[in-house]
T-cell receptor
């Protein structure tokens, strides 16, 4: 399977703990995105990487959130001092180098975070 | 910021019926994408649109990029039970970089 993969699929943690999620994009996709989705809503943009450079960050990405893509391949999203409001599905997407403005983003299966 | 209004919020139809849903934006979009999401899974890309007026099909699915560049619609013909899921429109405009803005989704239920 050559799609976007995410690990873990589910994470249950206690409030105040730190969690880290991993995303492996489709091979040769140089763009990688993180989104957050709460129940009954569409995904909301968090941050975007082109290769290893983090080019955009949403205001949703508080200082407790940090994302990295150290070698321009996989990415990690860390949440420090988790709060119950962080409970959501965290989605990763990747897209190939844009051609004529094309921006087809392919999503992984997501990581479901539950903060108790 | 950009906002997308997607309607209807939910639809209950009989197998074999056609379905239509649409999205409108508060600003001009350069890209419209339509996704389907099953419970506990990530969205799956169905159709991508890049030009005003563009009409694109993918099997029983047809989507159009509105000529005003502020709307798009998705049609599903001859629905089948596996069409059940949540359909999302998404897009981005000239000032939003690469980030996608999503609608709130249309929950489709198909009765056999």
């Amino acid at each position: 399977d050559t799609g976007v993969s995410q690990d873990p699929r589910h994470k249950i943690t206690k409030r105040g703990q730190n969690v880290t999620f991993r995303c492996d994009p489709i091979s040769e996709h140089n763009r990688l995105y993180w989104y957050r989705q709460t129940l009954g809503q569409g995904p909301e943009f968090l941050t975007y990487f082109q290769n290893e450079a983090q080019l955009e960050k949403s205001r949703l990405l508080s200082d407790r959130f940090s994302a990295e893509r150290p070698k321009g391949s996989f990415s990690t999203l860390e949440i420090q001092r988790t709060e119950q409001g962080d409970s959501a599905m965290y989605l990763c997407a990747s897209s190939p180098r844009g051609y004529r403005g094309r921006n087809e983003q392919f999503f992984g299966p997501g990581t479901r975070l539950t903060v108790l | 910021g950009q906002q997308l209004n997607q309607s209807p919020q939910s639809m209950f139809i009989q197998e074999g019926e056609d379905v239509s849903m649409n999205c409108t934006s508060s600003s001009i979009f350069n890209t419209w994408l339509w996704y389907k999401q099953d419970p506990g899974e990530g969205p799956v890309l169905l159709i991508a649109l890049y030009k005003a007026g563009e009409l694109t099909s993918n099997g029983r699915l047809t989507a159009q990029f509105g000529i005003t560049r502020k709307d798009s619609f998705l049609n599903i013909s001859a629905s089948i039970p596996s069409d059940v899921g949540i359909y999302f429109c998404a897009g981005h405009g000239e000032t939003s970089g690469s980030r996608l803005t999503f609608g709130e989704g249309t929950q489709l239920t198909v009765n056999p």
